[in-house]
């Protein structure tokens, strides 16, 4: 049988909300509620992979191809910072996705794999593994040339 959350999910949100407001737990859909609360964590976490990647690849573009460095590029690379920072801000908690290594090497081959295609530079000319701290990524910073 179908319920609220599989036909309408905009009015489950609402009515769950309301339920919530009222303090009646009696007719909370614990399962979905669990489950949302969930994937919108996971959908934070990939908003800071994504910056995170897109900071990392114009970072290696700034290094690798001094000749081409612009303004948009510096804006994209403040961009990401600025709303990195602001991620950190509001949820604290999502700075410990930098002490899995995994997520580290995900986000750098991901932003190596962007500055390959974006540039004439083949993935092996790059570095296997991220040779800046996470410190001088987020921070005012910016790698020399090559």
């Known amino acids: 049988m179908a319920t609220m959350y599989d036909i309408d999910f905009m009015e489950w949100l609402l009515s769950q909300a309301k339920l919530l407001r009222s303090h009646n737990s009696s007719d909370l859909d614990f399962d979905n509620i669990a489950?949302?609360?969930e994937a919108m964590s996971r959908s934070q976490?990939?908003?800071?992979?994504s910056r995170y990647t897109v900071l990392l690849m114009h970072l290696l573009k700034w290094q690798y191809q001094p000749?081409?460095?612009?303004?948009?590029?510096?804006?994209t690379i403040f961009q990401q910072r600025r709303y990195i920072s602001r991620l950190f801000k509001?949820?604290?908690?999502?700075?410990?996705?930098f002490n899995i290594s995994d997520w580290q090497v995900d986000a750098w081959n991901d932003a190596v794999?962007?500055?390959s295609a974006e540039t004439t530079i083949f993935r092996e000319n790059f570095p296997a593994s991220?040779?800046?701290?996470?410190?001088?990524v987020l921070d005012d910073w910016y790698p020399d040339l090559v």
């Open 113 to 115: 794999d962007g500055a």
């Open 35 to 37: 489950e949302e609360l």
């Open 130 to 136: 991220c040779p800046w701290s996470v410190d001088q």
């Open 67 to 75: 000749d081409y460095r612009c303004n948009s590029w510096k804006s």
């Open 90 to 97: 509001d949820m604290p908690s999502l700075k410990t996705e």
């Open 45 to 49: 976490k990939r908003e800071l992979h």
